[in-house]
């Protein structure tokens, strides 16, 4: 499977080559994300100091609606006037509006730290899945743009092989035929394997179907994707598992 990047960006790091084996989201290379850093950081500082203030704001508006309070209840006793009841509630009020403000604001911060979170995630090229890589196509200070493919792996297991049979083969493999792939470089070596798909329809090409088998037995840790096989099928040629 090619593995692109998922943003425009420079390698500016690359920590896996070819052969080397890979876990499930570990990083094959990384771009440049020295200008995403440093808006990442203003966009926690910025976060924070809205938190802070969304604080203060809370703090604010429990002091002003106790004053509140307490002016209802002088009011009541004529100990004191209109004007400070009405400038209390005002306050009040205020105070209200001004806490949804800070509480948006911090929202909007907040957003945009995860924006950035996502964006900096996507300067990490990452595997797939767990397996070997098999080709590199980047280097240290390359350009590249979204979607352009920078590594191919190859899953180590289950090992598989894909070879055509010949519509006018006197037999058909089902799923769960067993048969044998045996390593070009090393005719002594065999491993069993058995059909788990065969193709539905026929390529007009070279009038044959396909078919793939799964490895299974001993030393299959010493195969590795890409290599050159024969499958003891008549009609089959040299396949990679």
Known sequence: MDVPTQTDGVIAEVMKDEGASVKTGEIL????DRTLVAELEKAKADEK??????KYQEAELKAKHAAYQR?????????????????????????????????????????????????????????PFAGMVV????????GVSKTDRCFRVSQLGPLRVQFQVPEGSPRRPRAGDDLHVVVINDSGRAFPARVVKVSPTVD?????????????????????????????WPGSSPHSP
Not at 90 to 103: C, R, V
Not at 107 to 114: G, I, M, N, S
Not at 135 to 142: A, I, K, M, W
Request: proline fraction near 3%.
């Open 135 to 142: 080709r590199r196509y980047v280097r240290v200070g390359q």
């Open 71 to 127: 002016q209802q209840e002088l009011r009541q006793y004529g100990l004191s006037s209109q004007a400070d009841l009405e400038h209390a509630e005002f306050e009040s009020k205020g105070a209200e509006y001004d806490l949804e403000s800070w509480k948006a604001n911090v929202e909007k911060y907040q957003a945009e730290v995860r924006r950035l979170e996502s964006e900096f995630d996507k300067t990490r090229i990452r595997a």
């Open 49 to 54: 100091v809205a938190e802070n203030n969304l």
């Open 29 to 32: 290379a990384q771009l440049d």
């Open 204 to 232: 007009p090409a070279s009038d044959s179907y396909d078919v793939t088998a799964q490895l299974s037995g001993p030393g299959l840790s010493d195969l590795r994707p890409g290599m050159a096989v024969r499958v003891d």
